[in-house]
DNA sequence: CGGTATCTTTACGACATTTTAATGCCGTGC
DNA sequence: GCACGGCATTAAAATGTCGTAAAGATACCG
């Protein structure tokens, strides 16, 4: 199985703000969570233990920064505020309270995108544990480069194993083709060289998988590309 | 909420908000660097190692996003980015260069200083800087510069070394890239200089490894870095 | 000034990684 | 059944990187 998909809990009482923001981040391959206030929030950020937390100020029963101060009692999950106010004292004010980040409306999803990486960057950083990927018995860690299993083997992959599973790992579940893996991973000039993937396939396979005659996670599609599976 | 006197480095071009920003920070308790382009800013990140670096991104040498770059090829350093410009594409890349946040001028007095104690919030939280190190028999302080063995024998390490050491310590567990080591033992010069590396390299295993033919904690990443292995 | 420790530079063999090339396999369509 | 395209597999060649030793340069200290 994989970790990368991480869930996400929005807390916006506006319906179609929600939508939008589900669409952008499903888009990402984050799982969602919604709330439409702030009570609902606290009780989805206890239950569900999300990755991170994106807050409107401007909800209906409490108060955005309430919401904060409270979920901060406990937890140091990243937080996001998103408001449409643009005075200084609410942004303090929720900064203080114990936010990552203050977002104002309007907003495009590229900036908030950068801003969600950058939180769960310090995020992770903390806790050590990088972007990590579950193969088969191999825990392995992309950012420290390192792979290792749980009764402590160690597994050496090089430049371009790495360079090649990373890709493939940012598109997890899904095909990405011959051409971006070459793109990618040597460069835009190699897009022709698809022998490079069956040779680095198969090293990768013979590393990663427990059979690899019969791969488990390293999949083809024929005709089309590779992809990393998504699984239990 | 004072913090034991922290040094922050600013790089602005303009002496005016220089001035402010320093007013500004020293009312907080702040010790106050200032830079007037990316290329002093870069040497001033080197030599004065502050907690925290304020970049404008309209530098006259060069583009801010740069200097987020070169500084982030070997440190964590909280860096925030203070821009007149709005459009996202700046953000973004900003952002993605490695900042960790991003403030539009004009801006409020109150609002930097929330975001700062933020940036810094996490800085704290992840740091983990413990000087004591264990190599095999040797028991080594960095800061004291002194490496014994359990049975009185001492081990004597050039500054070199030492610092060499202390660089791979301070990413313990993770590869560091030869030309983070290069920049922060040798200085920014020397990034090509990749054979100091396997000379010192060898020094080191020389000294530390009980077989330096196969080393235990000195660990090679071919085409990557070193990286000082994690044990017991 | 001479001696010692440290740092820099060079060269080459050993080793790791990447690239190239050749061969076999499997399914599809003719 | 046969030819073909796409993929897997293998091994060897080519390239690149590292470890090693040793000599030259520089700084340091009495």
Chains 1, 2 share one sequence.
Not at 18 to 41: K, P, Q, S, Y
Not at 181 to 187: A, E, K
Not at 193 to 212: A, C, F, S
Request: charged share 25%; no cysteine.
């Amino acid at each position: 199985m994989t970790v990368a998909s991480r869930a996400i809990l929005i807390v916006e009482d506006e319906p179609q703000l929600r939508r939008m923001l589900r669409t952008l981040l499903e888009l990402e391959n984050f799982r969602v969570v919604e709330a439409e206030n702030a009570e609902r929030g606290l009780a989805a950020a206890r239950s569900h233990k999300p990755d991170l937390l994106i807050v409107d100020l401007g909800l209906p029963d409490r108060d955005g920064t309430e919401l904060i101060q409270e979920v901060r009692a406990w937890s140091r999950v990243p937080i996001i505020v998103l408001s449409a106010r643009t005075d200084e004292a609410n942004k303090v004010g929720a900064l203080e309270a114990g936010a990552d980040d203050y977002i104002t409306k309007p907003f495009g999803a590229r900036e908030l995108r950068a801003r969600l990486q950058v939180a769960l960057r310090h995020a992770t950083s903390s806790a050590a544990a990088g972007s990590a990927l579950r193969i088969g018995d191999w825990h392995i860690d992309l950012k420290a480069r390192s792979a290792r299993a749980g009764d402590g083997r160690e597994l050496h992959l090089t430049p371009t194993e790495y360079r090649l599973l990373e890709v493939l790992a940012q598109h997890i579940g899904l095909v990405v083709t011959h051409r971006a893996l070459l793109t990618q991973v040597w460069g835009p000039g190699s897009a022709q060289q698809t022998q490079y993937l069956r040779v680095y396939m198969k090293q990768l396979r013979g590393k990663l998988e427990p059979d690899p005659a019969r791969p488990r996670w390293l999949l083809t599609d024929t005709g089309v590309g590779y992809r990393l599976a998504l699984r239990d």
